[in-house]
């Protein structure tokens, strides 16, 4: 059984400019959850995806944005790279959605510094 | 509004002893809890988690946790920890319904095991 994977590890980027981040899900699993983890915080959510539509946002701005494709696997688009975007992005999957299923299974994160 | 608060952010100990991670939840609704533990480097990794019945959850690596209702506790103990316990530890909770797939994280504790 693949657990969730993410890509890239390491991102740098300037002020401005635009970031995609990718996570594969755990197999057999619809459900993909974003967070975003700045340094010496706990995770704040971002938004989650099931069955390849949004299905809940924190509170993000609108310049934070996703997808969920077919085969369940996501991303996460920035634009508008702003330095407190700086953090480390975790992705996580699960069976579904509701408390049952609400196991999350989290990704290594990619570590994204803006400068 | 959910919110988790952690009332330690850092939590030396000696190996062998026992240790309690203490996490207050506030919520209107029903919730469900989980602890997560997070490496260096790394992402988070269930403990445990607690979404109905006995009060008293038992997770991985010797971990247990008390689900305390009228005192909106859900506090993280091990009788006797190991070096390797050194970490951060994330409480989080999930109140269902409209929250969709929030899980809503606490500030952290970071252990330290000393020998």
């Known amino acids: 059984e693949t657990g969730v994977t993410q890509s890239p590890t390491h991102l740098i980027k300037t002020r401005g400019q635009q970031v995609t981040l990718r996570c594969s899900s755990q197999s057999g699993h619809n459900t993909v959850s974003w967070y975003q983890q700045a340094l010496g915080q706990g995770p704040q959510f971002i938004f989650q995806y099931y069955r390849e539509e949004e299905n809940g946002r924190g509170n993000f701005p609108p310049r934070f944005s996703g997808l969920q494709f077919p085969n369940y696997s996501s991303e996460l688009n920035v634009n508008a790279l702003e330095l407190d975007d700086s953090a480390l992005y975790l992705c996580?999957?699960?069976?579904?959605?509701?408390?049952?299923?609400?196991?999350?299974?989290f990704g290594p994160g990619t570590r994204l510094t803006v400068l | 509004a959910q919110s988790v608060t952690q009332l330690d952010s850092q939590v030396p100990v000696f190996e062998e002893a026992p240790v309690e991670l203490r996490c207050n939840y506030s919520s209107s609704v029903s919730v469900y809890l989980f602890w997560y533990v997070q490496y260096p480097n790394q992402g988070l990794q269930l403990l445990l988690k607690?979404?109905?019945?006995?009060?008293l959850v038992k997770g991985i690596n010797g971990f247990e946790a008390e689900f305390n209702k009228s005192q909106t506790s859900f506090h993280l103990r091990k009788p006797s920890v190991h070096i390797s316990d050194t970490a951060e530890y994330f409480c989080?909770?999930?109140?269902?319904?409209?929250?969709?797939?929030?899980?809503?994280f606490g500030q952290g504790t970071i252990l330290t095991v000393h020998p």
């Open positions: 989080a909770a999930y109140a269902g319904g409209t929250s969709y797939g929030k899980l809503t």
């Open positions: 996580a999957s699960s069976l579904g959605v509701g408390a049952s299923y609400n196991e999350q299974f």
């Open positions: 607690y979404l109905s019945g006995s009060t």
